[in-house]
């Protein structure tokens, strides 16, 4: 039988026999079953519309919801079963086929593989049997299946050769544990329909409806006296109508008797041992005032357009003490909610840091993060921004803090200066190799290994020469003096004894400070030996009183 897609199939009510074969993937469902009654029992009679789905469907379900006395069904699966997984279940048992097991039981229920890879399914079913196939990758399996439905005078006749087979009859179970662990209970035994020759068989109790069935047995079992306990009553009301009170009940020490009988025990003590129950607790009816209390207006739930206030709003007794709001429930209650509008909102686009370049050295690219804001920089949603005005998120760049740079000297400069202090230079450059290009980074090298910009010419010759000092301070206070300087031949910044002795500068020179208040003549020198010589205003100044005269 071959489908595109999907085929249905009516079939007459009372059809003795089913045989459906699939060379396609099934899927049966029970769209719609017929009920009938039989004997005091209801039928219910599977399929009477059939669903064959498309030949795509990878997994076999197959659902009978049906319960047909003395019925059997039988599955023909195609011989590469063995390359699929099949699992058979009926409530939480279950069994997976291929088996080494020839027959075996699920809740209840025999079933039985057959030499021709057939499934003998015996009836009758109580639940729901559900068959899972779920196909592997060596092909599509076949399953062919069949069910015997016994109808009308069959029923009569396989009813009556059955009852000679097979004998039901009620079973009791065991009793149950006691009810009770302490004092009078009791235990109760069931009954249920089973199969005699197989008694852990549960059957429909419809199946021993040739005898009445039983009531359960029950039992009174005794457990011996109870420990005595505490016993608390009922409240009692308020003392108070409104505002804070009081409730009081009643606690006793009771006992239940081995005889099932409970009443309070008259030996004082007997429940000292065990923590007893407060006998009093306080009791707060409505309060004697209430009234609605509000706050003050928070602020507008959003920056700019319509958004709302809200306020705290509690029902409060005579002492502004919160309680509960039922107690205000004849009060109006005051709105804890309005409307604000905060004037119009202003959208633009907000943007980021840039981030930083992709590539350390060269070139690269960069991004950054835009986003639609208010005024109060809210993010919105970037519908509400003018697409036209948005700006790139992404840039190319060009980055060369990560690059290796190496001092590069250029060739020195020629000797300046005069003999003895002459100098020559040069530049030097830090140079990278930036996206195959030399490039000058002044601040990718390090300092302390930069080579010298500076050094002394030492090829230029030098002649000998007088070099003059400062003069010394005057040798007096008042009226003439001397003062010192030296002298020194220098070669090249280098003491030397090559000058001309006839060249050299004087080393003393006369000096004259103010007057002097006497006339007087200088102590270590006699003046009257060589007065002769005033003239020279340096002896003048020595014998200041001699060349007076």
């Given at each position: 039988?071959?489908?595109?897609?999907?085929i249905?199939?009516?079939?007459?009510?009372?059809?003795?026999a089913?045989?459906?074969?699939?060379?396609?993937?099934?899927?049966?469902?029970?769209?719609?079953?017929?009920?009938?009654?039989?004997?005091g029992?209801i039928?219910?009679?599977?399929?009477?519309?059939?669903?064959?789905?498309?030949?795509?469907?990878?997994?076999l379900?197959?659902?009978?919801?049906?319960l047909?006395?003395?019925?059997?069904?039988?599955?023909?699966?195609?011989?590469?079963?063995?390359?699929?997984?099949?699992?058979?279940?009926?409530?939480?048992?279950?069994?997976?086929?291929?088996?080494?097991?020839?027959?075996?039981?699920?809740?209840?229920?025999?079933f039985?593989?057959?030499?021709?890879?057939?499934?003998?399914?015996?009836?009758?079913?109580?639940?729901?049997?559900?068959?899972?196939?779920?196909p592997?990758?060596?092909?599509?399996?076949?399953?062919?299946?069949?069910?015997?439905?016994?109808?009308?005078?069959?029923?009569?006749?396989e009813?009556?050769?059955?009852?000679?087979?097979?004998?039901?009859?009620?079973?009791?179970?065991d009793?149950?544990?006691?009810?009770?662990?302490?004092?009078?209970?009791?235990?109760?035994?069931?009954?249920?329909?089973?199969?005699?020759?197989?008694?852990?068989?549960?059957?429909?109790?419809?199946?021993?409806?040739e005898t009445?069935?039983?009531?359960?047995?029950?039992?009174?079992?005794?457990?011996?006296d109870?420990?005595?306990?505490?016993?608390?009553?009922?409240?009692?009301?308020?003392?108070?109508?409104?505002g804070e009170?009081?409730?009081?009940?009643?606690?006793?020490?009771?006992?239940?008797?081995?005889?099932?009988?409970?009443?309070?025990?008259?030996?004082s003590?007997?429940?000292?041992?065990?923590?007893?129950?407060?006998?009093?607790?306080?009791?707060?009816?409505?309060?004697?005032?209430?009234?609605?209390?509000?706050?003050?207006?928070g602020?507008?739930?959003?920056?700019?357009?319509?958004?709302?206030?809200?306020?705290?709003?509690?029902?409060?007794?005579?002492?502004?003490?919160?309680?509960?709001?039922?107690?205000?429930?004849?009060?109006e209650?005051?709105?804890?909610?309005?409307?604000?509008?905060e004037?119009?909102?202003?959208?633009?686009?907000?943007?980021?840091e840039?981030?930083?370049?992709?590539?350390?050295?060269?070139?690269?690219?960069?991004?950054?993060?835009?986003?639609?804001?208010?005024?109060?920089?809210?993010?919105?949603?970037?519908?509400?921004?003018?697409?036209?005005?948005?700006?790139n998120?992404?840039?190319?760049?060009?980055?060369?803090?990560?690059?290796?740079?190496?001092?590069?000297?250029?060739?020195?400069?020629?000797?300046?200066?005069?003999?003895?202090?002459?100098?020559?230079?040069?530049?030097?450059?830090?140079?990278?190799?930036?996206?195959d290009?030399?490039?000058?980074?002044?601040?990718?090298?390090?300092?302390?290994?930069?080579?010298?910009?500076?050094?002394?010419?030492?090829?230029?010759?030098?002649?000998?020469?007088?070099t003059?000092?400062?003069?010394?301070?005057?040798?007096?206070?008042?009226?003439?003096?001397?003062?010192?300087?030296?002298?020194?031949?220098?070669?090249?910044?280098?003491?030397?004894n090559?000058?001309?002795?006839?060249?050299?500068?004087?080393?003393?020179?006369?000096?004259?400070?103010?007057?002097?208040?006497g006339?007087?003549?200088?102590?270590?020198?006699?003046?009257?030996?060589?007065?002769?010589?005033?003239?020279?205003?340096?002896?003048?100044?020595?014998?200041?009183?001699?060349?007076?005269?």
């Amino acid at each position: 039988m071959q489908s595109p897609c999907c085929i249905f199939i009516f079939l007459p009510l009372h059809f003795p026999a089913l045989f459906l074969p699939f060379s396609m993937i099934l899927c049966l469902y029970s769209l719609c079953s017929i009920s009938f009654p039989f004997h005091g029992f209801i039928f219910l009679v599977f399929p009477c519309c059939i669903f064959l789905l498309c030949p795509f469907t990878h997994i076999l379900f197959l659902y009978f919801s049906f319960l047909v006395k003395y019925s059997s069904i039988i599955f023909l699966f195609s011989s590469n079963l063995l390359s699929h997984s099949l699992v058979l279940s009926i409530l939480s048992e279950q069994k997976t086929l291929p088996s080494n097991d020839n027959e075996f039981f699920l809740n209840g229920i025999k079933f039985q593989i057959n030499d021709d890879g057939s499934v003998l399914v015996e009836g009758p079913l109580i639940e729901v049997l559900t068959i899972h196939l779920e196909p592997s990758s060596a092909g599509k399996p076949s399953v062919d299946y069949e069910y015997h439905l016994l109808v009308d005078d069959e029923i009569d006749e396989e009813i009556e050769g059955h009852q000679n087979e097979t004998d039901y009859s009620w079973i009791y179970d065991d009793f149950t544990s006691c009810s009770v662990t302490c004092g009078g209970g009791t235990k109760i035994s069931h009954v249920h329909c089973r199969d005699s020759e197989n008694p852990e068989k549960l059957m429909p109790d419809s199946f021993c409806h040739e005898t009445p069935k039983p009531y359960p047995i029950v039992r009174k079992c005794l457990k011996g006296d109870c420990l005595p306990r505490w016993v608390a009553f009922e409240w009692g009301i308020c003392t108070t109508q409104c505002g804070e009170g009081v409730q009081y009940r009643r606690i006793e020490c009771w006992q239940e008797k081995e005889d099932g009988s409970d009443s309070k025990v008259e030996v004082s003590g007997m429940c000292s041992h065990l923590p007893k129950p407060a006998n009093s607790r306080n009791c707060n009816p409505r309060p004697c005032y209430v009234h609605w209390r509000r706050s003050d207006w928070g602020t507008c739930s959003t920056k700019c357009n319509l958004g709302v206030q809200q306020r705290t709003v509690l029902c409060n007794d005579i002492d502004n003490q919160p309680v509960n709001e039922a107690y205000c429930e004849d009060l109006e209650r005051p709105s804890s909610s309005r409307p604000c509008n905060e004037g119009p909102c202003y959208y633009s686009w907000h943007t980021s840091e840039w981030s930083e370049c992709s590539n350390m050295c060269g070139s690269g690219n960069r991004h950054r993060l835009i986003h639609c804001s208010t005024q109060h920089n809210d993010k919105v949603s970037e519908s509400l921004c003018d697409e036209n005005d948005k700006p790139n998120t992404n840039q190319s760049c060009v980055e060369t803090k990560g690059c290796n740079a190496t001092w590069v000297p250029l060739p020195w400069q020629p000797c300046e200066g005069s003999c003895g202090n002459s100098q020559q230079s040069r530049s030097i450059q830090c140079i990278a190799l930036v996206d195959d290009k030399q490039v000058e980074l002044p601040d990718n090298c390090n300092e302390t290994s930069k080579p010298d910009i500076v050094r002394t010419c030492t090829d230029v010759q030098c002649t000998p020469k007088w070099t003059e000092g400062q003069w010394g301070e005057c040798s007096v206070s008042c009226g003439y003096g001397y003062r010192q300087r030296t002298v020194s031949c220098m070669q090249g910044g280098i003491p030397s004894n090559e000058c001309d002795e006839n060249e050299k500068p004087s080393v003393t020179t006369t000096c004259k400070k103010q007057d002097c208040p006497g006339c007087a003549d200088h102590e270590s020198v006699d003046c009257g030996s060589i007065k002769r010589y005033c003239y020279i205003p340096y002896v003048k100044g020595l014998c200041c009183n001699t060349c007076s005269i």
